[in-house]
């Protein structure tokens, strides 16, 4: 695509996805500036992840480095449209969110079921525990694949994230004695659109 549209304008051109981007541009004045490997996990209406080796953007053999959505936690779990079972994102997007919120009442969402585990509502509570506990076992395998110096994350979860995110250290503690360095995204749903400047950027300078 890039040749295509570069034949057109005389400018270089950089094609990549949301979440790639994101990383670049998280790593040139975002949350992962000191760090040469690292992966950005985007918790939103899916999980997209992007893996930084060395100042890198990884692509992968089949361009799905970083697909990290589709790692499987839970065994014969819920069925993905990747055609798999029990993948992350089934567990840990807001689409899943939306669905577990959903089973306890059929007018809930997301939202009101973080609103009731956060007045004590025992059902909703143990919904979260569990919904956190699986992001947290997603995160430990990434460490244990890749071991980045830092995991990023962001998406609108993350921002949305008011007491959880205590509650994901915590559950990361009860299931590795790893450690992970975690944080939180800085660019919000900016990062995208400063990355792909910065790559663009590059890419003029490889001119
Ligand atoms: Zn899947």
């Known amino acids: 695509m890039a040749k295509e549209i570069e034949q057109r304008f005389p400018y270089p051109v950089v094609v990549d996805n949301d979440v790639n981007a994101a990383a670049v541009g998280e790593s040139w004045i975002g949350a992962a500036t000191e760090q040469k490997s690292f992966v950005l996990m985007a918790l939103g209406t899916g999980v997209g ?3 930084v080796v060395d100042g890198a953007l990884i692509h992968g053999h ?4 970083g697909d990290l959505s589709h790692l499987i936690i839970i065994p014969g779990g819920a069925a993905c449209n990747c055609g798999q079972k029990g993948c992350l994102e089934q567990y840990a997007s807001g689409t899943a969110l939306n669905r577990h919120a ?4 059929s007018d809930w969402d997301s939202r009101r079921l973080v609103e009731a585990s956060m007045l004590g509502d025992a059902q909703a509570r143990k919904v979260i525990d569990r919904f956190v506990a699986n992001l947290a076992v997603g995160l430990i395998n990434v460490q244990r694949m890749l071991d980045p110096d830092l995991i990023v994350l962001g998406g609108g979860l993350i921002e949305a994230r008011n007491s959880g995110w205590d509650a994901l250290l915590q559950a990361v503690t009860v299931h590795t004695n790893l450690k992970l ?3 939180p995204a800085l660019l919000g749903n900016r990062a995208g659109i400063i990355g792909a400047a910065r790559l663009a950027m590059l890419a003029d300078k490889m001119q």
């Open 62 to 65: 089949q361009g799905g480095e």
């Open 102 to 105: 959903r089973e306890i009442a």
């Open 181 to 183: 360095c975690l944080q």
């Open 49 to 51: 992840g992007a893996v």
